[in-house]
């Protein structure tokens, strides 16, 4: 049936690289500078400079651009951190986030571990990898690498691995945007709008405004963080009123209109097509209309990343044989193409009940890239969209409710193992939901038995490996996850999660069987020492705080047990009602358990309660749809990585200060 296609939101496998399109474009129509107006080259990176804040500083003075808009640009980018040198999701390297589209992420494949399958339904069509390549850039394609090369004579290499060589280049490229806009290399930074709109790399008038204003909101408001080197940086707040009007020289095209969208983000419409496949069989593609929150409750918000470039993920969007998304999130300016109107169903997380009672957001970028990272300016632009989506849909800014792919249970037995496990652990939901304006916060006594899961993102350097073998070692980055072991000691097996494989789990990257993440709420079962027992899975799952800091913060919450009386109760993939419920033209969902179990003595946190509810949306039609609604109550509970359902009648929910201390 078409209400129970599952595809795990699988990406044609061939070898591709960023179709970004560079700031080359929007200098495009200017003259290049003369000689006279470049500023001077550097022979060499000022290697000796301690800080990255002096870094900034020497950089700033050398290319006569004010230290404040070239502290702003890099915050936006790259929060001022080089992560290693490795790049980010769409190839941009260092604090500047210079762009090398060509090689970075070329020929890079979606591995699995053999936990998913790679393909979904393979009756239903997908792009062939000829289609979707991007191993030749087109021509016009300007990497920004290169042109901070050409203006510093720096070689690439250096200015990909080295800070002081990559924000020199950064600031030569900002100084050499400004000169083509025929503005002076001016001390004040209200003179520099056009600069950072060019070097945003948009080509939309509205994303590169967007992006613009984003760095003087930052320059007025002030920023202070410590990077990866272990200094502080800091930006005093200052006031500036920016001249806006430097953005029509750069005769950008104009955003396409009809977005659901805060006006802010300028998000294009580039709507995913809805049309009938095959009349005569009554298959259509590639989303369904419904009337939310009418006839349904929007419930969740699912965070993916995309497995593909931003040219290809627009080319499957706009597939009618392909899935859907409500949204698409560009890595390199944070720009937000809208393509499923929010009423309507997208075809995104691979079970039917989450994609009724969600909208999906796609975040360009790779899983099978280990270590590389997101931009701060696509945090900054989905957080703002997530906030007014949860707003305007009443959606709980929780991770009970923003849920990443990997959180979305399996439909049946058979289809949990092939769930995907995007974004994956490099995903910093702690920063995330600060830009959400909900941090996560200490609730209760330290002796708390509900907590929620929460890591220090940059020094929880987890071990994961990205390649086919242990031996493929991910680069060293921070992450979001914990792992979790069968018992107190460093040498222990991992968790192993039966609907995966019958063998403990890996410390591959894509398997998330032994993983909780930031910002999900666990009952304690145990502590001994610096350890610490969960729930998970059915099983004592333990991890080790690190010395001085705890990797957890005391919760409030309600949370279920098993029944009194009952050997054990089973869980869902799903929260759909009883079979009497159904009209007679409607075929029943059948009540299929999963391979999972609460069993006696074991306690898990309730994210929501539902009653159960299924939408039929055979016909292309919208009046054949309809909304069956039954009588059983159901609880979320967060069982293992991913939310399940247990049924009310099976459990009993209390508060979680009413829980007994777990022994020391």
């Not at 193409?337 to 009940?353: E, I, L, P």
């Not at 020094?459 to 992450?479: Q, R, W």
């Not at 009602?577 to 358990?593: F, R």
């Not at 006696?600 to 609604?629: D, I, M, W």
């Amino acid at each position: 049936m078409k209400e129970e296609y599952v595809t795990p939101h699988s990406r044609p496998r061939g070898t591709a690289t960023t179709a970004m399109i560079t700031t080359a474009l929007l200098i495009g129509t200017f003259a290049p500078a003369t000689a006279q107006d470049r500023p001077p080259q550097h022979s060499r990176a000022a290697s000796d400079t301690t800080t990255r804040a002096s870094l900034f500083h020497s950089a700033s003075e050398h290319h006569k651009v004010p230290e404040p808009v070239l502290l702003a640009v890099s915050y936006l980018e790259s929060r001022w951190d080089h992560h290693g040198g490795t790049p980010s999701m769409d190839a941009g390297y260092g604090p500047m986030h210079l762009t090398d589209a060509r090689g970075a992420l070329a020929g890079t494949p979606h591995h699995s571990d053999g936990d998913e399958d790679p393909r979904g339904d393979a009756s239903r069509p997908t792009l062939s990898p000829d289609a979707v390549t991007e191993n030749n850039p087109s021509p016009e394609v300007l990497q920004t690498l290169d042109k901070a090369a050409d203006l510093t004579g720096l070689p690439t290499g250096l200015l990909k691995t080295d800070p002081a060589a990559n924000i020199e280049g950064g600031a030569a490229l900002l100084a050499a945007y400004q000169v083509a806009t025929g503005a002076p290399l001016s001390s004040d930074p209200a003179q520099w709008y056009g600069a950072v709109a060019a070097y945003s790399g948009a080509t939309e008038s509205g994303t590169a405004r967007r992006f613009a204003d984003d760095v003087f909101t930052l320059i007025n408001s002030g920023q202070s963080r410590r990077t990866d080197d272990g200094t502080v940086v800091t930006l005093a707040p200052l006031t500036v009123e920016p001249a806006t009007g430097q953005l029509d020289k750069l005769a950008l095209k104009t955003t396409a209109p009809g977005a659901e969208c805060p006006r802010e983000l300028a998000c294009e419409w580039l709507p995913a097509p809805y049309q009938m496949l095959t009349e005569t069989a009554g298959d259509f593609g590639n989303h369904d209309l419904s009337d939310r929150p009418g006839n349904q409750a929007i419930d969740y918000i699912v965070i993916h990343d995309t497995e593909a470039t931003w040219k290809t993920t627009l080319q499957l969007v706009q597939d009618p044989t392909y899935v859907s998304w409500h949204y698409s999130l560009r890595s390199a300016d944070g720009h937000i193409a809208n393509h499923v109107r929010a009423k309507d169903v997208g075809w995104h997380a691979g079970n039917w009940y989450v994609n009724s009672k969600s909208i999906g957001l796609e975040h360009e970028g790779f899983l099978a890239q280990g270590g590389q990272w997101y931009t701060e300016a696509m945090y900054r632009t989905s957080a703002r969209l997530v906030r007014y989506l949860a707003k305007r849909y009443a959606i709980p800014l929780d991770r009970a409710h923003i849920i990443g792919h990997d959180n979305v249970p399996g439909t049946v037995p058979a289809n949990v193992a092939g769930m995907h496990q995007d974004p994956g652990p490099y995903w910093d939901w702690d920063h995330y939901f600060d830009l959400l304006g909900k941090p996560f916060k200490a609730q209760g006594p330290a002796t708390s038995q509900l907590v929620t899961i929460h890591p220090d993102y940059g020094s929880n350097n987890e071990p994961y490996y990205c390649g086919a073998t242990p031996a493929d070692l991910c680069p060293v980055h921070g992450s979001a996850s914990i792992t979790l072991r069968t018992e107190p000691r460093d040498d222990a097996p991992l968790i192993t999660d039966i609907g995966i494989r019958p063998s403990p789990g890996s410390w591959s990257v894509y398997n998330h069987a032994a993983r909780v993440s930031t910002g999900q709420r666990y009952v304690v079962a145990e502590r001994r020492g610096a350890w610490t027992a969960l729930w998970y899975l059915g099983q004592k799952g333990w991890f080790k705080d690190d010395a001085g800091r705890g990797k957890t913060l005391p919760a409030k919450g309600l949370v279920a047990q098993l029944r009194p009386g009952l050997d054990s109760a089973p869980l869902y993939g799903r929260a759909y009602p009883e079979a009497e419920a159904y009209p007679s033209d409607i075929p029943v969902q059948p009540l299929v358990p999963l391979q999972y179990t609460l069993l006696p003595g074991q306690s898990y946190s309730v994210g929501q309660s539902v009653n159960g509810e299924y939408y039929h949306s055979k016909t292309f039609e919208l009046a054949g749809h309809t909304v069956v609604r039954g009588s059983i109550r159901y609880h979320q509970v967060q069982y293992g990585h991913r939310i399940m359902f247990v049924r009310a009648d099976d459990v009993l929910v209390r508060s979680s200060e009413r829980l007994p201390r777990a022994l020391d």
